[in-house]
Structures are given as C-alpha cells and as structure tokens.
C-alpha cells in the first residue's frame, strides 16, 4: 500500500514538472510572438500567467526589462497590459519611471479617462497591482513637479484602499496647489 503512494505521488511530481515545463516553454513561444507584433497573443499569455505560477515568475523575469527599454507602440502597450493583468510587483520601478517621464495629454483626453487614467498604460498598469504601488505612488507626492504630483494623487485616487486613502489624507494639508487640493478632499474625508 505504501508503495502505491508513493508511486502515486511520483507521477504526480513529474506530471506537474512536464505539465509546468510545457507551459513555460508555450509562454515563452507566445512572448516571442508578441515581441514580433502579434497582439492577439495577450489574452492567452495573461491566461497562462494568472494559471502557472512558473509561468508568471517567467513573464516577471522578462517584462520589466522589455517595458523599460520599448517605444511606446502596440506592443508595449500590450506588454505593460500584461504586466498590470499579472499584478507584477517586480515591475513597479519602471512603470513608476515611465509614469513619471510620460507626460499628459489632457486636451486628447475626457475628464472621466483623465480621472481613471485609462489612456495612459503604466498608470493603468499600476492601479490593476494595487496596493503593492502605494509606497512607491507616495513619495511622487514630493514632487516639484505639479503634473507628477497630480498623477500620483489620481492614482491613489483609483487605487482606493486604506492605504492610498491614508497617504492622499496625510498628503492634503501640505500639498501646493489648491486645485489638487480639493480634488484630493473631494475623493477623501479630508476638509
């Protein structure tokens, strides 16, 4: 009987070590495919990440480089989608980064999309990680910089846990421009 078992659980061992081999190895062929411009592919490489945990660290061992170094066309953005549907933390510094080196387009942009940041990727990005962002979204709030500091406050605005609420209400006595000021007591307690 024991022997069974264990022979059991041995299949099982190298069942999931090919199963979990073949999922890599199909994920990094659809990679490949997205670098080469194939878009369609997103849907399956989310799919396969949120699925496979080797799958994913395989994704976060390879996205935040490739989102860092990318023109900003259709596979970026996809690439940045990808990042964000996967909850990457790994990836925070450099969608930080091209939050901050990004600049906005608010004529091109409604004020709802201007709100919930929908056209700008890396702050899509972000808001889908969540939680995990607060710190690095904070310290944007020191800012000189009025376009960062109302990107950061938005961000924390969409975010909406106890912490970025925390952070927005510490944040809002200090905060420079009244303008920003009342958009953040307008989403928060704070008065």
Not at 88 to 99: E, N
Not at 122 to 143: K, R, Y
Not at 160 to 189: G, R, Y
Request: with cysteine.
């Amino acid at each position: 009987m024991r022997n069974k078992l264990y022979f059991a659980l041995f299949l099982i061992c190298i069942t999931r070590l090919f199963f979990g081999q073949d999922e890599t190895t199909k994920a990094q062929q659809l990679l490949r495919e997205l670098k080469a411009g194939n878009i369609d592919t997103l849907k399956e490489l989310t799919e396969l990440g949120r699925s496979d945990p080797g799958v994913k660290a395989y994704l976060a061992s390879q996205l935040p480089a490739e989102i860092s170094d990318k023109q900003h066309g259709a596979v970026w953005k996809a690439e940045v989608q990808l990042v964000g549907d996967l909850r990457m933390t790994a990836a925070l510094p450099q969608l930080v980064k091209l939050l901050v080196d990004k600049t906005d387009q608010p004529i091109l942009t409604g004020m709802g999309r201007y709100m919930t940041m929908k056209d700008d990727p890396p702050a899509t990005a972000l808001i889908a990680i969540g939680n995990p962002t607060v710190p690095a979204v904070a310290e944007l709030l020191d800012s000189e910089d009025r376009a960062t500091r109302s990107k950061a406050i938005r961000l924390l605005i969409n975010i909406n846990t106890s912490d970025a609420q925390n952070v927005l209400a510490i944040h809002a006595p200090t905060e420079k421009d009244a303008s920003l000021q009342l958009l953040i007591q307008q989403h928060t307690n704070t008065k």
